[in-house]
């Protein structure tokens, strides 16, 4: 009889995080886990931690302790596979404004260690995906917030890492590129990449994610597939925790 194969690794796995801005614990304790293929959405009111959470995850951010494993290995002990396994889109999508559209790509490209012919495959390929075609000469400092976001996207994924990070993804789009980019994340999804995302939109984490994880305060407060009865079920357990800081049970 063949040995069981041994279960593959969490592409993402934090363990007990912590981390202090400004003096004030910003992310307590937190542990999460994500499987290839799944669509984590952070939600939590503003200043819950999500941005400082997906900035660790990134590499941008160095944990006080605790720790962040990908694909099972520390990634501050391999900064270099978390550059091959991540692609993050930060908030607000910063670009350089002297570089067109194209540049971007390439440079995020040669970051990543590739070149040539890959190079242009995978560019041709962003470009397509994000429908940037047309603007692929245009500087990044003349596009439209939408187009910057849509540009900042692309870069996140050239590479086609296994774990996405985006942060507020969907921000500056209009309804048909969000719709839009809801079918690209499943379709992501289904050839495995994992994704974590935070939003404000309650509709966004229904409409893509088949997990939600809610922080507040710096706190996990709840973490669990998407309930039967979305929407409303999700608004109520939010609301609860938003407004009265009631934990609800995963
Ligand atoms: N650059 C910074 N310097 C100091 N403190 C910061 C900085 N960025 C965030 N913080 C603090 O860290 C805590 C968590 O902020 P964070 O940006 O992670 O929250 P968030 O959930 O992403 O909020 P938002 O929904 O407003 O983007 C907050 O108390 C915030 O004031």
Redesign the pocket.
């Known amino acids: 009889m063949n040995a069981p194969k041994p279960a593959s690794p969490p592409v993402l796995q934090l363990e007990a995080v912590n981390r202090h801005?400004?003096g004030?614990p910003?992310?307590r304790d937190l542990s999460l886990r994500l499987e290839a293929g799944q669509i984590l959405g952070l939600l939590?009111?503003?200043?819950?931690?999500?941005?400082?959470?997906?900035?660790m995850v990134a590499g941008a951010l160095r944990p006080d302790s605790g720790a962040i494993r990908l694909q099972g290995q520390d990634f501050l002990e391999y900064p270099e596979l978390a550059r091959r396994v991540i692609g993050w889109l930060p908030?607000g999508a910063p670009l350089w404004p002297e570089l067109t559209v194209s540049e971007h790509l390439d440079a995020h490209g040669r970051l990543r260690g590739m070149a040539g012919a890959a190079l242009r495959e995978a560019r041709e390929t962003a470009l397509a995906r994000l429908e940037l075609n047309d603007m692929a000469r245009r500087l990044a400092g003349v596009l439209s917030q939408g187009q910057r976001q849509r540009l900042g996207l692309a870069c996140a994924l050239l590479h086609r890492p296994a774990l996405l990070v985006l942060?507020?993804p969907s921000n500056a789009l209009d309804p048909v590129q969000v719709v839009a980019l809801r079918g690209l994340l499943r379709e992501l999804a289904a050839g495995g990449t994992a994704v974590i995302l935070?939003t404000?939109q309650l509709t966004e984490i229904t409409a893509v994610c088949d997990r939600v994880a809610i922080?507040h305060g710096?706190i996990l407060r709840h973490d669990a597939a998407l309930p039967a009865d979305q929407h409303a079920a999700l608004e109520k357990i939010f609301f609860d925790i938003a407004l009265n800081g009631k934990a609800e049970a995963a």
């Open positions: 801005r400004a004030r910003a992310v939590g009111v503003n200043g819950a931690g999500k941005s400082t959470t997906l900035a908030e942060d507020e935070s404000h922080l710096g």
